[in-house]
């Protein structure tokens, strides 16, 4: 075997984990798998990112809070979420969504479904531990940029670990919960959370795996 063969092995098989088993995942693991993401480039190698990893009651702790910031009703990312999702990137959405809804027995038109599903973001899928990945607010775009490949970085080390995740934007709406509960500075971006821990393989919300797209739509040759 190749190492892009591995390599694609760990990519094909890392998928977003929307349910977690308890277990603590050991610091020796976790410390692993943060020296590999950190191996990403980033621009001038100014490793924008920085990271705050929850566990045990602290993780319920921060379940509680944006539980209280959701409730409060007044999202304010840091970052703007997107305005809208239109041809392909709307087409891709909803296969997805569907998919999850159809996994987990929610129908169309089940707005209490609905609803039940999008609440499992804010308490992280049950997830043991949560990471809140942020980048210097000075740096902008760019800075954000860098931190999605250490995002991207940390999934993948995790699953070549036997460590399922999911990345999660929705939290970051909630920016300033965010910042109180980790005491973050005003010069940093809360970008999103990574929830991490053992999947539930019997669970019915890990059944199913999205679709990639074909190159020819996303590929341009320019011989």
């Known amino acids: 075997m190749t190492r892009y063969d591995t390599l694609y092995d760990i990519l094909e098989a890392r998928h977003s984990c929307r349910a977690f088993r ?3 995942v050991d610091r020796a693991d976790i410390e692993a798998i943060l020296l590999a993401a950190q191996r990403v480039p980033s621009w001038c190698n100014a490793q924008p990112w920085e990271v705050s990893i929850t566990s045990g009651e602290r993780t319920d702790a921060l379940r509680a809070a944006m539980n209280d910031a959701v409730n409060a009703g007044k999202p304010a990312p840091d970052v703007p979420f997107p305005e809208g999702y239109s041809g392909l990137h709307r087409d891709r959405r909803r296969a997805c969504g569907w998919q999850l809804y159809e996994a987990v027995g929610v129908e169309k038109g089940d707005r209490a479904g609905s609803a ?6 804010y308490e992280f899928f049950g997830a043991p ?11 902008g775009t760019y800075g954000a940029l860098d931190t999605g490949g250490f995002v991207t970085a940390f999934t993948l080390a995790a699953e070549a670990r036997g460590i399922a995740t999911i990345a999660q934007a929705a939290p970051a709406a909630f920016s300033p919960a965010l910042h109180d509960f980790f005491g973050l500075g005003e010069d940093r971006l809360a970008l999103c959370v990574i929830s991490f821990g053992y999947a539930d393989p019997d669970h019915p919300a890990n059944s199913f795996r999205t679709a990639r797209a074909p190159l020819s739509e996303w590929v341009s040759w320019q011989d």
């Not at 039940?116 to 973001?121: C, G, I, L, P, T």
């Not at 990471?131 to 607010?137: C, E, F, Q, T, Y």
């Open 129 to 139: 531990h949560v990471a809140m990945i942020s980048s210097g607010r000075e740096l």
């Open 116 to 121: 039940r599903e999008m609440m499992k973001n």
């Open 22 to 24: 308890p277990d603590q």
